[in-house]
């Protein structure tokens, strides 16, 4: 009797190990998946930022006025005028044709 009882201690202390094993590595993914976060947004900010600096020393309609004085035309840009980059690699042939 006194055998299984020791067994079954050691069985449910190996359980809580392991058990608070697993939690230990959750709250550790938890900090890293919250401080990913954190650089997330903290990147959107810095680049939001740039946006707005580079929209602000653009000055769009001052451009527009000037390539109008220099009456240039231009064509918008849609998805539909730009090629797809190829999804698998396009190697030269050894022919010329």
């Not at 020791?6 to 919250?34: D, K, N, P």
């Not at 939001?48 to 527009?64: D, H, I, S, Y």
């Amino acid at each position: 009797m006194f055998f299984r009882a020791a067994i079954l201690i050691l069985c449910i202390t190996a359980i809580a190990g392991a058990l608070l094993s697993i939690r230990r590595q959750q709250i550790e993914s938890e900090r890293a998946i919250a401080q990913t976060h954190k650089q997330i947004h903290e990147t959107r900010r810095s680049l939001w930022e740039v946006q707005t600096r580079a929209a602000q020393q653009l000055k769009p309609l001052a451009l527009e006025h000037r390539l109008r004085a220099a009456q240039m035309e231009l064509e918008p840009i849609s998805p539909t005028t730009i090629r797809p980059v190829p999804t698998t690699p396009q190697f030269a042939t050894g022919s010329n044709h």
